[in-house]
């Protein structure tokens, strides 16, 4: 297996540097001139100032701001970032050793950097807090859903584990809050098939060769309302929110499912109630079976009146 290549330049904020290939062929004069055609979107005068700077580089060291391209050649430079909400709950930590690290990410904060989210997001605080540079998660869980996340602190052993999640071997429950329906049948599993398209938002079920299931049950009821817990066997996109929504019991504070709203992104009020409250595997080194519990609860559930208003509460209690 090919080694990745060592980036010249250290981490920032938790994140590697951007690494660029120049192409084979082309007719740029230097290196500045391909930087401003590639990257349309980035201002020429920031290129000249990183190239000023010393902030591009190759093996050898800063790039000059007239050094000729060489085609083939790599380079890198860190990626300015974008302004960011700060996201104004606290990670829990529900269990670390030397390998793994299985984390209680709160609502609103995303696994990994993506998009608008860089800096707050679960990968990078947890690196930058921890001083663990290496970690990686072994699979993630939505900006809006909270719970638990397991990550790898070290990197020689971290194929092992995401091959769990990639066979489907480690047993995942959630648990939701909803409306609760005399007249729906409890327990059930759906089984559908699920299509999410890149560059659209929402995800949907469509007629064919399922591929998603869910087994859904009550847990306790009250006051129109129903706990319940969620065993997905499968890992699609949105596939909890799209199987609840389509029997009839959308999960509270669901900006996606049955519709679509335009949430502020600084808006922390009455975050989606799906909470990540369990994980059970085989250890894939050790042979020891392991079971890691969410410490959160849905506030929906203990306490409804604040969060149907939107009141300012404490992540802890979710």
């Given at each position: 297996m090919r080694r990745r290549q060592k980036p010249p330049l250290p981490k920032r904020h938790g994140l590697d540097p951007a690494r660029l290939r120049l192409p084979d062929e082309g007719e740029w004069a230097t290196i500045r001139d391909h930087l401003v055609e590639r990257l349309p979107r980035v201002p020429a005068a920031r290129i000249d100032e990183l190239l000023g700077e010393g902030g591009i580089v190759d093996m050898d060291g800063p790039i000059a701001p007239d050094a000729p391209y060489v085609p083939g050649g790599a380079i890198w430079f860190h990626r300015d970032l974008p302004v960011e909400t700060t996201v104004p709950f606290d990670i829990g930590i529900v269990y670390r050793d030397d390998t793994i690290l299985v984390a209680d990410k709160p609502h609103f904060l995303s696994t990994i950097p993506r998009g608008q989210h860089i800096l707050q997001t679960a990968l990078v605080r947890l690196r930058r807090e921890l001083d663990l540079p290496d970690l990686v998660p072994a699979h993630r869980l939505?900006?809006?859903?909270?719970?638990?996340?397991?990550?790898?602190?070290?990197?020689?052993?971290?194929?092992?584990?995401?091959?769990?999640?990639?066979?489907?071997?480690?047993?995942?429950?959630?648990?939701?809050?909803?409306?609760?329906?005399?007249?729906?049948?409890?327990?059930?599993?759906?089984?559908?098939?699920?299509?999410?398209?890149?560059?659209?938002?929402?995800?949907?079920?469509?007629?064919?060769?399922?591929?998603?299931?869910?087994?859904?049950?009550?847990?306790?009821?009250?006051?129109?309302?129903?706990?319940?817990?969620?065993?997905?066997?499968?890992?699609?996109?949105?596939?909890?929110?799209?199987?609840?929504?389509?029997?009839?019991?959308?999960?509270?504070?669901?900006?996606?499912?049955?519709?679509?709203t335009d949430k502020p992104v600084d808006d922390f009020t009455r975050p989606l109630q799906l909470l990540a409250s369990a994980l059970e595997f085989t250890d894939p080194l050790t042979r020891e079976p392991r079971r890691f519990e969410t410490t959160r609860s849905l506030r929906a559930w203990h306490d409804p009146d604040g969060w149907a208003t939107g009141a300012p509460v404490r992540e802890s209690l979710d």
């Open positions: 939505d900006r809006g859903t909270a719970g638990l996340v397991l990550f790898i602190v070290d990197p020689a052993r971290r194929g092992a584990y995401q091959t769990m999640f990639h066979n489907r071997v480690v047993r995942k429950e959630y648990e939701a809050i909803a409306r609760f329906d005399p007249e729906l049948e409890l327990p059930r599993t759906l089984i559908s098939r699920i299509v999410k398209e890149r560059q659209v938002l929402r995800a949907y079920e469509e007629p064919g060769e399922p591929n998603a299931e869910t087994h859904i049950e009550l847990l306790e009821r009250r006051d129109g309302l129903g706990r319940y817990r969620l065993k997905p066997r499968t890992g699609r996109t949105h596939q909890i929110r799209l199987h609840m929504n389509s029997i009839g019991i959308p999960i509270l504070g669901d900006d996606f499912y049955p519709e679509l």
